[in-house]
Structures are given as C-alpha cells and as structure tokens.
C-alpha cells in the first residue's frame, strides 16, 4: 500500500503539467485540500510548527511532528508528503521507518542546518539523501531542498549543481527556493535534468506559466496558513468589538 501511494505520487510529477500542493497543516485542513480534488497533500513545517505552539527550524519535537502527520495521513486517502526540515537529527533509517509508520509517502529534505543556520556542504547533504533513499527503497518520494538563494547566493549554477548531485543521490525531485524571474526558473527546470519543485509567492509566475516553463511540482510553503490565521485574526478582532463575525 505504501509503495503503490509512493508511485502515485511520483507519477504526479509531471514537467509541463505540474503537481500542485497547498500546503496545510492539520487533519481538517488536509480533508479541505482533499475535497477540493488535489491529488496529494503536502505538510508545511512552518504552518504545522505554528499551530503546535512552536517555531519553525526544527522547533518542533520530533515526536509532535510525527504525531501530526499520523493525524493527517489518517485523514485522507490521498498520498501525504511531509515537510520534515532536515530530519530533526535523526539518522536515515530511523528518519524513513518514523515516517512510514506516519503514513507518509513523501517527504521534503532541506539543505541548511537548523542547529547552525549554515548551508549543508552539497556533499554530505548528497550522502544524507543517499542514505535515506537506501533506507526508503521507492517507498517515499524525495523533494529535495535547495537553499542557496535564501542564503543570498544567486548563482543559479550553484543551484542547478546542487539539484544534479541531490538528483544523482536518489531525490526524485529537488526544490530550490528560487528568485521569482522566468529566466531563473527556465535555467533550473532546463538544466538540473529532473523534476522540479518551485514555491509560489506573490511575485511568481502564474500556474499556467509555470507549466509553461517545464516546472513539475509547485508548492505554497506556509503563505496559505498565514492567510488563514490572519483572516481568523480578523474575525476574532470582530468579536472583540462587539460585531458578528460572520
């Protein structure tokens, strides 16, 4: 069962007519995603952080982030993805065995350190991959995190070599939190020969230019949560002030 909702949600990634995901973070949450006919959720570790009372950068204990996926892997029947930063320190095996017994089918794996908030030298972030991926087998689908640009590095080289060692070490698709321009995005899905992920944010190509572009997976990190808390803000300063909230 694992396997066989690993390879649905592989299959999803198609360049040119890409897998959307916006991201939620919670079982009720999920269930929306699902009932408005997504194929797949995916988690945002930002957004579930939040709402667990903690901060993003593997604030989280392990064990409340796990839970939270169980909850929400139980939710739908759709393939889950987790967002699960670097790994919370865990090594590989025991990282793919505790998502797994989540129900998670994919995951995304960042490549700054948390404890640091350094970049992971590519080498040893390709071995990480390499390793969770020998531990998964094709049960668990690798969205792997490049995080050059938010480390003000802009060579899209740096980036396009990275997504090619990450992609040579087992990711079935790499995620560089990218600049916002066309040409970058072009470059990235051009030239790292697989599969790409791209966040979309205010300032981002529409949906249909981003397939356009060749991109085959495209994510919403935690700009949809935030939306949602700030209209329930809205509501709750309504009730505040003595007026209906609906």
């Known amino acids: ?24 973070w919670d079982a009720a949450s999920a269930r929306a995603v699902q009932e408005a006919g997504f194929p797949a959720v995916a988690t945002g570790s930002a957004a579930v952080a939040k709402v667990l009372g903690y901060e993003d950068g593997e604030g989280t204990p392990v064990g409340e982030m796990m839970a939270a996926v169980s909850r929400i892997t139980r939710a739908v029947d759709v393939p889950v993805t987790a967002d699960v930063e670097r790994g919370y320190g865990l090594k590989p095996a025991e990282l793919v065995e505790r998502l797994t017994a989540a129900g998670a089918v994919g995951c995304n794996l960042e490549d700054t350190d948390p404890r640091t908030g350094e970049l992971v030298d590519p080498g040893v972030q390709a071995e990480f991959l390499a390793e969770v991926r020998a531990a998964a087998g094709q049960d ?7 995080d050059t640009y938010l480390h003000g590095r802009t060579s899209t080289q740096e980036a396009v070599e990275r997504g090619r060692l990450y992609r040579a070490a087992g990711a079935d ?64 300063a309504k009730v505040r002030d003595g007026q209906s909230p609906y």
Do not use: W
């Open 1 to 24: 069962m694992t396997t066989d909702k690993a390879d649905v949600l592989r299959a999803l990634h198609t360049p040119g007519s890409p897998l959307v995901l916006p991201n939620i």
């Open 173 to 236: 698709c790499v995620y560089p939190i990218t600049l916002a321009d066309e040409d970058t995005i072009k470059a990235l899905v051009t030239e790292v020969g697989g599969p790409v992920n791209i966040l979309f944010r205010p300032d981002t190509p529409s949906l249909a230019r981003l397939a356009e572009l060749g991109v085959a997976r495209v994510s919403f990190g935690g700009g949809l949560h935030r939306a949602a808390h700030a209209y329930a803000q809205s509501l709750f």
């Open 140 to 146: 668990l689908v690798i969205n792997a995190r490049i």
